[in-house]
């Protein structure tokens, strides 16, 4: 959403016009002086796919300054874990798209036919945001985050949880864009800040947290950038 891209524009350094590209819109841009692209995906799992085709897509025609470039999802997300809290930043370290259900077919409760059943972030990606937010004063969790179509409500949340125990947040986009990254071979790893924990009241906390989520996901995400350039270059697809 715009709301989550806000703070990201807010911190660059230098920000070009903005072109449409699908339903996703791209701007240049340098960010703790290092060059990315900003991509506004629109919700959901089929905008979020679209998205991140349409930036790897581009960034291979560009050439890129490394063979394989680092997607990052950011924004906000809805909190499962037992111990996460609103504010709190999730580092997905694998992801899950629970609407998924082949088992019928022999596959397992979130695996898309064809896929693996589950996306893992590169250890050393996720351990580069550790080391880099070792002392910062945001807290930070590293685990499952999993995605869904559905704005996921208590009861929505007590079916997920019983099925993925160890889910820490759920979100519209971050399997698809883990799925599309994985066919493409480029690293990906999704960092959420937390607007809401699905309760009752969840819809009006998303509405009153989600410019404050959005806000702490940029600022791990942005004081990560060096670190995450570091092992970026030495990334090789499963």
């Known amino acids: 959403m715009e709301d989550e891209l806000v703070p990201f524009m807010e911190r660059a350094e230098d920000i070009g016009p903005a072109r449409q590209i699908g339903n996703a819109v791209h701007r240049d841009a340098v960010l703790a002086g290092h060059p990315v692209v900003l991509v506004r995906t629109g919700i959901g799992l089929v905008n979020a796919a679209g998205a991140a ?33 609103v504010g709190d930043v999730v580092v997905g370290t694998q992801y899950i798209n629970v609407d998924a259900d082949a088992r019928a077919f022999g596959y397992k409760l979130g695996q898309v036919p064809g896929m693996p059943d589950t996306y893992p972030a590169p250890e050393p990606l996720t351990e580069s945001i550790r080391l880099a937010r070792s002392g910062g004063t945001i807290p930070m969790h590293h685990g499952l985050i999993v995605s869904s179509y559905n704005f996921v409500t208590p009861a929505r949340a007590e079916l997920i949880t019983g099925s993925f125990p ?61 670190a995450m350039a570091g092992v970026a270059g030495a990334y090789q697809p499963a």
């Open 53 to 85: 085709t349409s930036a790897l897509l581009e960034a291979q025609r560009a050439g890129g300054n490394t063979e394989h470039p680092v997607v990052i999802s950011a924004g906000s997300a809805g909190g499962l874990g037992a111990g996460v809290r």
């Open 166 to 226: 160890g889910a820490l947040a759920t979100d519209m986009e971050s399997s698809a864009i883990a799925q599309t990254c994985f066919v493409f071979g480029a690293p990906f790893i999704s960092v959420r800040g937390i607007s809401d924990l699905c309760g009752p009241a969840a819809e009006d906390d998303f509405r009153d947290q989600v410019d404050d989520a959005a806000t702490q996901s940029a600022n791990v995400v942005i004081s990560s950038l060096d």
